[in-house]
């Protein structure tokens, strides 16, 4: 059965660091997004990405958040300066296309970002 | 805007014991209602949802749902829990013009053999 996959499960960075989390999600979908779950908090929407652009973003999303699709395949979350409070738990998701989708998710099984 | 609350933490249950998983919801218009559960080390995956029709939903692993409109409930049950049912469950709702659910905090579900 396919899956969304991401990478890397779990990563440990100082802060003001750059990282980037990956994703590949399931081959036929179109509609990918980021969620992030703080330790004991709800998760939470970031950004969503479809036809090459970001098509809804919430208030988390701020300048130093940037989305990508390099190369067809892959999706990519880059956080640019990282603090302390980015420290979570990071979920890719896609879903498929088609008026007959009621809009259930396909999740990854998340990269934790530890920022130190 | 939307919102959901789960306002368990955690539910405790015997093994063989009925489940329930208590979610209320938040939205404009009609709701588009969702559970997810989350295993240790894995990501959600999706179990059931609510469009239109019956108010019980049944969706995978003997797990369904009760929509409720005028308690504005979504509330997850099944009628024999098992020690594998231990895990991590999510209630989401979205509303018709947005592909965007929102989640709850989620309700760790722990079965004592």
Known sequence: EPEVTQTPSHQVTQMGQEVILRCVPISNHLYFYWYRQILGQKVEFLVSFYNNEISEKSEIFDDQFSVERPDGSNFTLKIRSTKLEDSAMYFCASRPPGVANTGELFFGEGSRLTVL | ?113
């Open chain 2, 1 to 113: 805007a939307q919102s959901v609350a789960q306002p368990e933490d955690q539910v405790n249950v015997a093994e063989g014991n009925p489940l329930t998983v208590k979610c209320t919801y938040s939205v404009s218009g009609n709701p588009y209602l969702f559970w997810y559960v989350q295993y240790p080390n894995r990501g959600l995956q999706f179990l059931l949802k609510y469009i239109t029709g019956d108010n019980l939903v049944k969706g995978s692993y003997g797990f369904e749902a009760e929509f409720n409109k005028s308690q504005t409930s979504f509330h997850l049950k099944k009628p024999s829990a098992l020690v594998s049912d231990s895990a991590l469950y999510f209630c989401a709702v979205r509303s018709g013009g947005s592909y965007i659910p929102t989640f709850g905090r989620g309700t760790s579900l722990i079965v004592h053999p």
